[in-house]
């Protein structure tokens, strides 16, 4: 039998392939990827301003407080609830993945071991909640060579103290330029 690691996730195999998701909208879809883009964004220039500033050991600084400020700006000025997460955790407390999304995370590194580009790794669908209908996105979010300093396979021994006062049960380390570091999560009541 033609065996597809994808097979447990049809639907969200019909998003990527670019097919409209049952009950999905394509303007809610398209208002969850500009929030994404706004927050990478955002987040990558405090990123690297601090980063030559004072160094990557100043930037975990910044990454701890204005990684959760940024999410929470967008949050309340949106209406969606916008967040990071990871299957390898430094903010275990804030970031922990839930079923679903760990169910996610894991059919990312899947289709990335499958050849898929990572930068374009998306999945959208509609969850039943307590609340009612719930619109849940997430986009992959891909190691890049600045993401090295603090996440890659040696850190330099000024940002492994910065990390270990800061994290002591980090887990976030080791990954290479080209693997899924986490995703952006969203959601959205509909
Ligand atoms: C200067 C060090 C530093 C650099 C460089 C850095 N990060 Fe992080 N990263 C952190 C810290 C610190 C946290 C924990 C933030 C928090 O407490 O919410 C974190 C958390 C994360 C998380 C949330 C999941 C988790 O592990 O808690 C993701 C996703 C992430 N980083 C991705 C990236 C990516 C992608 C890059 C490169 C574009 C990058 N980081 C570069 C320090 C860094």
Redesign the pocket.
């Known amino acids: 039998m033609h065996k597809c690691p994808f097979m447990s996730f049809p639907l969200i195999l019909a998003a990527t392939a670019g097919l409209a998701q049952e009950g999905v909208q394509d303007a809610d879809l398209a208002e969850a990827k500009a929030l994404v883009e706004r927050f990478g964004t955002t987040l990558?220039k405090e990123?690297k301003a601090?980063?030559t500033d004072g160094g990557?050991?100043n930037?975990?600084k910044?990454?701890?407080e204005r990684?959760?400020a940024i999410a929470a700006e967008i949050s309340e000025e949106s209406g969606w609830t916008v967040g990071?997460?990871?299957l390898?955790?430094?903010?275990?407390e804030?970031?922990a993945p839930d079923a679903w999304e760990r169910a996610v995370l894991v059919q990312f590194d899947e289709r990335k071991v499958a050849g898929e580009d990572v930068a374009t790794m998306t999945v959208a669908e509609v969850v039943e909640s307590d609340e009612g209908n719930r619109l849940r996105v997430m986009k992959a979010?891909?190691?890049?060579q600045?993401?090295l300093?603090?996440?890659g396979k040696i850190v330099n021994a000024n940002?492994g103290v910065a990390?270990a006062e800061?994290?002591p049960e980090d887990?976030?380390r080791g990954y290479e330029v080209g693997d899924v570091?986490?995703?952006f999560t969203l959601s959205t009541l509909r």
Do not use: D, E
């Open positions: 990558q990123l601090a980063m990557p050991q930037a975990v910044v990454c701890r990684a959760p990071r997460t990871s390898k955790l430094r903010n275990a804030l970031n979010i891909p190691t890049v600045l993401c300093s603090c996440h940002v990390l800061n994290y887990q976030a570091r986490g995703a």
